[in-house]
């Protein structure tokens, strides 16, 4: 009784999350009320969102949260990275809400780059170079429906969309609006001279707001279907820029790792860098809360696993593209169907010690029709051994993983001049304790591995700042580090 409580809202690519968090004692609770699935489909040839999905989950979760007895004061949202809504005038929704991992940006590159030199946009935007990026799908939503793009007046990212259904509020958040390749990284600002060399119109936009700024109550009619009223608050509404604030670590020699569909390994920094080194090294500088900035780099992470499970047990990542089974037959997989990430897991072990190895950041691995012929091909195209069977096939994952998550510390530390003590790791994957000791082994640091909840945590975090339960983000993290189991796996060697 008496704790303040808030709802945080965490969306990723396969489902999302309603967490009820407060604080008692010092420490901070969490308790999940609802999941609820994020299912893609074919819509008009393109891989799509369903935003009616979403907001129907949204509104599910909280209403469970006040039939829990945990009603919120504050909401905040945050989803992933680099996808967008266009609304027209009136407030209809133009087009659809394309996945970023649709092929509409398929060799963009080749028909982006006279426009849009990426020496002199990464000098700007300090963005990393992704096809899906929001200024790329821009592009290509341009140039296969220029009339959308003349008919939209506002531009709403995933996390400002569902804001906007809750509240009417339209508005762009820092910290997503820093994955769209289009703000200028010193100020935070749009750069107009980016939108303008893309062809995209400055009017989808608005001045980016920050991280911690109330918004809005919930909208009469949200209201009648929650049954409570709340303050809808910005997190940092990137879901990647939450987890950084929720790793509990205090001063500068840790290296960050948010683990889920992509691995997330990075620092947090006072200033942006933009050096050609660092674009030659592909890290990106994201925006953080309080204008931090997270310096770090996308690793294919355990979408590489998740996707060879689904192939194994025969599930369509988008509904209407359903596996080929030849590929999962080829190495044996229909024998156990399904599977689960822990038989993975004990298939990888006892495939040991074989060895191969991919370069996890290849664009093949970004979507392809079957990752396990991605991952063959790729094995046989590079002299390795082929993996032949789900085991070998996890074990390549799992050791490519090791092996690009020490190259990232080894960059990191000459990038940013800084020495490392531990990678501390979050979130789902952190649960991986196989994983995480082939990391420790390969970095030769200790790995510090929890929360699992790291994006909810720091989607909640946020609020609590906003709400003045705690003064700093220092003050955020002290909590986090008490109430939070961490596991320790140091290196072997
Ligand atoms: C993680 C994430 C990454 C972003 C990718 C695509 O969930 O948000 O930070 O690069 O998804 O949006």
Same mark, same amino acid.
């Given at each position: 009784?008496?704790?303040?409580?808030?709802?945080?809202?965490?969306?990723?690519?396969?489902?999302?999350?309603?967490?009820?968090?407060?604080?008692?004692?010092?420490?901070?609770?969490?308790?999940?009320?609802?999941?609820?699935?994020?299912?893609?489909?074919?819509?008009?040839?393109?891989?799509?969102?369903?935003?009616?999905?979403?907001?129907?989950?949204?509104?599910?979760?909280?209403?469970?949260?006040?039939?829990?007895?945990?009603?919120?004061?504050?909401?905040?949202?945050?989803?992933?990275?680099?996808?967008?809504?266009?609304?027209?005038?009136?407030?209809?929704?133009?087009?659809?809400?394309?996945? %970023?991992?649709?092929?509409?940006?398929?060799?963009?590159?080749?028909?982006?780059?006279?426009?849009?030199?990426?020496?002199?946009?990464?000098?700007?935007?300090?963005?990393?170079?992704?096809?899906?990026?929001?200024?790329? =799908?821009?592009?290509?939503?341009?140039?296969?429906?220029?009339? =959308?793009?003349?008919?939209?007046?506002?531009?709403?990212?995933?996390?400002?969309?569902?804001?906007?259904?809750?509240?009417?509020?339209?508005?762009?958040?820092?910290?997503?609006?820093?994955?769209?390749?289009?703000?200028?990284?010193?100020?935070?600002?749009?750069?107009?001279?980016?939108?303008?060399?893309?062809?995209?119109?400055?009017?989808?936009?608005?001045?980016?707001?920050?991280?911690?700024?109330?918004?809005?109550?919930?909208?009469?009619?949200?209201?009648?279907?929650?049954?409570?009223?709340?303050?809808?608050?910005?997190?940092?509404?990137?879901?990647?820029?939450?987890?950084?604030?929720?790793?509990?670590?205090?001063?500068?020699?840790?290296?960050?790792?948010?683990?889920?569909?992509?691995?997330?390994?990075?620092?947090?920094?006072?200033?942006?860098?933009?050096?050609?080194?660092?674009?030659?090294?592909?890290?990106?500088?994201?925006?953080?809360?309080?204008?931090?900035?997270?310096?770090?780099?996308?690793?294919?992470?355990?979408?590489?696993?998740?996707?060879?499970?689904?192939?194994?047990?025969?599930?369509?990542?988008?509904?209407?593209?359903?596996?080929?089974?030849?590929?999962?037959?080829?190495?044996?997989?229909?024998?156990?169907?399904?599977?689960?990430?822990?038989?993975?897991?004990?298939?990888?072990?006892?495939?040991?010690?074989?060895?191969?190895?991919?370069?996890?950041?290849?664009?093949?691995?970004?979507?392809?029709?079957?990752?396990?012929?991605?991952?063959?091909?790729?094995?046989?195209?590079?002299?390795?051994?082929?993996?032949?069977?789900?085991?070998?096939?996890?074990?390549?994952?799992?050791?490519?993983?090791?092996?690009?998550?020490?190259?990232?510390?080894?960059?990191?530390?000459?990038?940013?001049?800084?020495?490392?003590?531990?990678?501390?790791?979050?979130?789902?994957?952190?649960?991986?304790? %196989?994983?995480?000791?082939?990391?420790?082994?390969?970095?030769?640091?200790?790995?510090?591995?929890?929360?699992?909840?790291?994006?909810?945590?720091?989607?909640?975090?946020?609020?609590?700042?906003?709400?003045?339960?705690?003064?700093?983000?220092?003050?955020?993290?002290?909590?986090?580090?008490?109430?939070?189991?961490?596991?320790?796996?140091?290196?072997?060697?």
């Amino acid at each position: 009784e008496g704790a303040r409580c808030h709802a945080a809202v965490d969306i990723g690519a396969s489902s999302g999350r309603v967490l009820a968090g407060w604080v008692d004692d010092g420490r901070i609770r969490l308790e999940e009320v609802h999941r609820f699935d994020n299912v893609q489909r074919r819509v008009d040839g393109h891989d799509c969102w369903d935003l009616e999905m979403l907001f129907q989950g949204v509104l599910d979760g909280l209403s469970v949260c006040a039939a829990r007895g945990l009603a919120p004061e504050s909401i905040g949202i945050d989803t992933w990275g680099c996808d967008f809504v266009l609304l027209d005038e009136a407030g209809a929704v133009v087009g659809d809400a394309v996945s %970023y991992r649709d092929a509409r940006t398929d060799g963009i590159f080749e028909r982006a780059d006279a426009a849009l030199d990426p020496a002199w946009l990464y000098a700007r935007t300090g963005t990393q170079r992704q096809p899906f990026n929001t200024v790329y =799908q821009l592009m290509a939503l341009r140039a296969e429906h220029p009339e =959308q793009l003349e008919r939209a007046e506002r531009l709403l990212m995933i996390p400002d969309y569902l804001v906007w259904r809750l509240t009417g509020a339209r508005l762009n958040e820092y910290t997503d609006a820093s994955t769209t390749g289009m703000l200028d990284a010193r100020t935070g600002e749009w750069d107009g001279a980016v939108l303008r060399a893309a062809g995209i119109p400055e009017r989808l936009l608005a001045t980016p707001v920050m991280p911690g700024t109330v918004i809005r109550h919930l909208a009469p009619q949200v209201r009648e279907r929650t049954g409570f009223d709340a303050r809808v608050v910005l997190p940092a509404s990137h879901d990647t820029a939450s987890a950084f604030l929720a790793v509990p670590a205090q001063g500068d020699r840790s290296v960050f790792l948010s683990s889920g569909t992509w691995s997330l390994m990075g620092v947090e920094l006072a200033e942006p860098v933009l050096t050609p080194e660092s674009r030659a090294r592909n890290f990106t500088n994201e925006g953080g809360f309080e204008r931090r900035y997270r310096y770090l780099k996308n690793i294919m992470g355990l979408w590489m696993i998740q996707s060879v499970r689904r192939e194994l047990n025969g599930v369509a990542y988008v509904e209407g593209k359903e596996p080929a089974a030849t590929a999962a037959a080829r190495i044996g997989g229909a024998a156990h169907e399904p599977y689960g990430f822990g038989d993975l897991i004990e298939l990888a072990r006892q495939a040991e010690p074989f060895e191969a190895r991919v370069d996890v950041d290849d664009a093949a691995f970004l979507a392809p029709d079957s990752m396990i012929e991605a991952i063959r091909d790729a094995c046989a195209a590079a002299g390795q051994p082929v993996p032949a069977t789900p085991g070998e096939l996890m074990r390549t994952i799992y050791v490519s993983l090791a092996d690009s998550y020490a190259a990232s510390v080894e960059q990191l530390r000459a990038l940013t001049g800084r020495d490392f003590e531990a990678i501390h790791i979050t979130g789902g994957g952190s649960q991986d304790a %196989y994983l995480n000791q082939l990391t420790a082994d390969a970095c030769g640091l200790p790995v510090l591995a929890g929360p699992v909840e790291g994006t909810g945590l720091g989607n909640l975090i946020v609020q609590m700042i906003a709400a003045g339960t705690f003064a700093s983000v220092d003050e955020a993290r002290a909590a986090i580090a008490r109430s939070f189991p961490i596991q320790r796996f140091d290196p072997a060697r």
